[in-house]
């Protein structure tokens, strides 16, 4: 059984372990997110502190585009968004890694305490029920101190939340 991971497009750039699980994974992206990595590849802006981790990222952040707008992957990202909260067919990535995209909607629900990104990763686990994986301290503390009924992993955790096997109903027991 693959296991199932909310994720911003960025952090399958930035943290190569990601796309090597130990198991097999499906990462949800919400579409905003891959709108992102234009952003941040047109961007004069490092992406990280370190000149060389930046070309590295940057180069990474180019490779997951280019995934994206191969003509077979494009077509199955058009199909997702045709409506909203419509996921597209899984991108198959590797032997271990699917992407599937998902056309979010900012939601006002959450809109006051988190960013447009961060409410469309919310209402996705939520959608989805599967659990959020980032590296944002900041928003896993929103997420906890805002009793918002999501599981999330910070992505230094990512190999226990791979040994986890659980179901939504006993995330919240966690």
């Given amino acids: 059984m693959k296991r199932r991971f909310v994720?911003?497009?960025?952090?399958l750039a930035s943290y190569g372990e990601l796309m090597q699980p130990s198991v097999p994974v499906e990462y949800?992206?919400?579409y905003?997110?891959?709108?992102?990595?234009?952003?941040?590849?047109?961007?004069?802006?490092?992406?990280?502190?370190?000149?060389?981790?930046?070309?590295?990222?940057?180069?990474?952040?180019?490779?997951?585009i280019a995934f994206f707008e191969t003509?077979?992957?494009k077509i199955k990202l058009e199909r997702a968004l045709l409506a909203p909260?419509?996921?597209s067919p899984s991108l198959?990535?590797?032997?271990?890694?699917?992407?599937?995209?998902?056309?979010?909607?900012?939601?006002?629900q959450y809109g006051e305490l988190f960013?447009?990104?961060?409410?469309?990763?919310?209402?996705?686990?939520?959608?989805?029920?599967?659990p959020v994986l980032t590296d944002q301290i900041e928003f896993m503390d929103k997420i906890i101190n805002s009793d918002i009924p999501v599981q999330v992993f910070d992505v230094d955790d990512?190999?226990?939340?791979?040994?986890l096997d659980l179901s939504m109903e006993d995330w919240g027991k966690l």
């Fill in 7 to 11: 994720i911003e497009a960025v952090m």
């Fill in 28 to 30: 949800v992206i919400p």
């Fill in 32 to 64: 905003s997110t891959i709108m992102e990595l234009y952003e941040m590849r047109d961007s004069a802006e490092p992406v990280m502190v370190q000149p060389e981790d930046d070309a590295h990222v940057r180069g990474k952040i180019q490779e997951l």
């Fill in 71 to 73: 003509p077979f992957n």
């Fill in 85 to 87: 909260w419509r996921m």
């Fill in 92 to 108: 198959l990535v590797n032997d271990s890694v699917q992407i599937a995209v998902m056309y979010a909607v900012d939601s006002a």
């Fill in 115 to 130: 960013d447009p990104i961060e409410t469309e990763i919310i209402m996705t686990s939520i959608r989805e029920k599967v």
């Fill in 158 to 163: 990512f190999e226990f939340a791979l040994d």
